[in-house]
């Protein structure tokens, strides 16, 4: 009975140990991450140390905006929504009111499991890469890029333009958009046009 307790106790020790190791690699982020919901939050928090604030869906409740603009104005937020048309939508809503605010972005293959698309569905290690190349958007910023570097590099114009814009947006960290929208995404985040064709000549 004793061998048993004694063993019953290591095991103990060991996932104990294991938890703490897990959590000391955490990285502890500075900015409020905006998220939609409870679950995102849970997932935030298994891959690092942060605060979140949850829409609740786009209809986002009234209470909801003065609290991000205080953590807007203090730590800085990140938006981190869902990769689909809903949270487009709310990353858009938010991203109006707060222009110069961080966003990450998940591709939408590291958020999908059965069918169901979702920051809470991504891995942790994913999370925090995500988060690790969040961009801050750049304001009153000359153009770099132009609709002619897009057709150059197939992103408009041709059949499949759209995998080649979906598949750069995630190797850019930038998310996808339609032609008009991922012009003003390189155009507005800290790109430069040697890492712009470096990684069209992955595609």
């Known amino acids: ?18 938890i ?15 998220v939609e919901g409870r679950d995102d939050t849970a997932a935030i ?8 604030i949850e829409t609740h869906g786009f209809g986002m409740p009234d209470y909801i905006w003065p609290a991000i603009e205080k953590a807007y104005r203090s730590q ?11 949270g487009e939508k709310i990353r858009k809503k938010v991203m109006a009111r707060f222009p110069e605010a961080k966003q990450a972005f998940l591709p939408k293959g590291k958020a999908l499991k059965k069918g169901n698309i979702g920051v809470e569905n991504a ?10 190349n969040a961009h801050c958007t750049s304001m009153d910023k000359p153009a770099v890029f132009t609709e002619e570097d897009l057709f150059n590099a197939g992103l408009i114009g041709e059949a499949d333009s759209r995998d080649r814009r979906e598949k750069l947006g995630n190797m850019l960290a930038i998310g996808y958009g339609n032609g008009k929208t991922f012009l003003k995404k390189l155009n507005s985040f800290d790109i430069t046009k040697e890492e712009f064709y470096e990684k069209v000549k992955e595609l």
């Open 20 to 34: 703490q190791r897990t959590e000391m690699k955490r990285e502890k982020i500075k900015e409020v991450i905006v």
């Open 76 to 86: 800085g937020i990140i938006v981190f929504t869902d990769p689909d048309y809903a």
């Open 45 to 52: 928090n298994r891959a690092v140390d942060a605060i979140t």
């Open 1 to 18: 009975m004793r061998n048993r307790e004694t063993e019953g106790l290591r095991i103990t020790a060991q996932i104990q140990n294991r």
């Open 123 to 132: 891995k942790p290690e994913d999370i925090a890469e995500a988060l690790e």
